[in-house]
C-alpha cells in the first residue's frame, strides 16, 4: 500500500480551522483528534464541528475518537461523513458490533491501542476493522516525543495483518516527524499522522510532501 499521510488539525489553528485545512491540500486525510476530558486530560472537538469541517474540504476525514462510551457515539460520526473513524479499545464495550456499525454507516473502521496497551490480544479483531492505530505517545496532547519503546508493537502488528492476509492499514500517531517517520515506516507503519510537524511549518503542504518521501523510501525497500 502507498504511504499516506495524516495531518492531525489539533496542532492547526482551531479559529481558521478552514483555511489550516485547505494549506494540507497535498495530504491524504484530514486527522481529527476528537477528546473529552474524560478518555483523555484534554478537550478537543465534537461532531458539530467535524460536520461543519466536512463542508468546507474535499480531503477524507479520519476521525480519532478518544472517548468514553464510542461505543454510543462512533457511528454517529461515520453517518456523518468522517471516511475513518477509529476507536480505542481501552473504551469500546462491544468494539466487535461498534465496529461493524462503523462500516455499515460506510466508514472504514479503525482501532486504536494505547502505548501500553499489547496487540496480541485483540489479533481476533483484525478481521474487523481497516485499519490499526498504535499509539506513539500517550494520547491526550500534541506535541509530544516519540515513544520508541512502541515500534516492537508496530513490528509484531505488521506481522498479525501479514500472518492473516489482511488488507488492514497500520497507522501510526504521536511524535510523528522528520525525524522518527522512518523508523515507523521501517518498522511496517503506511498511515502516519503528523500534527506539530506539519503545522509548525512554514509550509505545511511542503512539510506534508517532505514526510511522505522520507516514509515512502522506506517502505519501497521493505
Known amino acids: 500500500m502507498a504511504v499516506q499521510i495524516a495531518p492531525s488539525i489539533l496542532s492547526a489553528d482551531f479559529a481558521r480551522l478552514a ?66 473513524v477509529t476507536i480505542h479499545v481501552e473504551a469500546a464495550s462491544a468494539p466487535i458490533r461498534t465496529l461493524r456499525e462503523i462500516r455499515s454507516a460506510g466508514a472504514r473502521a479503525g482501532l486504536a491501542l494505547n502505548p501500553g496497551t499489547a496487540v496480541d490480544p485483540y489479533a481476533d479483531l483484525l478481521s474487523e476493522i481497516d485499519m490499526l492505530l498504535v499509539m506513539t505517545v500517550e494520547p491526550g496532547f500534541g506535541g509530544q516525543r516519540f515513544l520508541d519503546v512502541v515500534l516492537p508493537k508496530v513490528r509484531r502488528a505488521r506481522e498479525l495483518i501479514k500472518g ?57 525497500q521493505a
Not at 464541528?49 to 476525514?61: D, G, R, S, Y
Not at 489482511?166 to 521501517?186: H, P
Open 19 to 84: 483555511d489550516e485545512v485547505a494549506a494540507i491540500a497535498d495530504a491524504d486525510w484530514v486527522h481529527v483528534d476528537v477528546m473529552d476530558n474524560h478518555f483523555v486530560p484534554n478537550l478537543t472537538i465534537g461532531l458539530p464541528v467535524v460536520e461543519a469541517l466536512l463542508k468546507t474540504t474535499t480531503l477524507p476525514v479520519d476521525c480519532h475518537l478518544m472517548i468514553e462510551d464510542p461505543d454510543r457515539w462512533a457511528p454517529g460520526y461515520a453517518a456523518a461523513g468522517a471516511a475513518s
Open 164 to 220: 492473516r492476509d489482511l488488507d488492514v492499514w497500520l497507522q501510526v500517531d504521536g511524535g510523528v516527524n522528520a525525524g522518527t517517520i522512518e523508523r515507523c515506516a521501517e518498522a511496517g507503519a503506511d498511515v502516519f499522522v503528523a500534527g506539530s510537524a506539519v503545522y509548525s511549518a512554514d509550509d505545511p503542504a511542503a512539510a506534508v510532501r517532505s514526510l511522505r518521501e522520507r516514509a515512502a523510501a522506506v517502505s519501497s
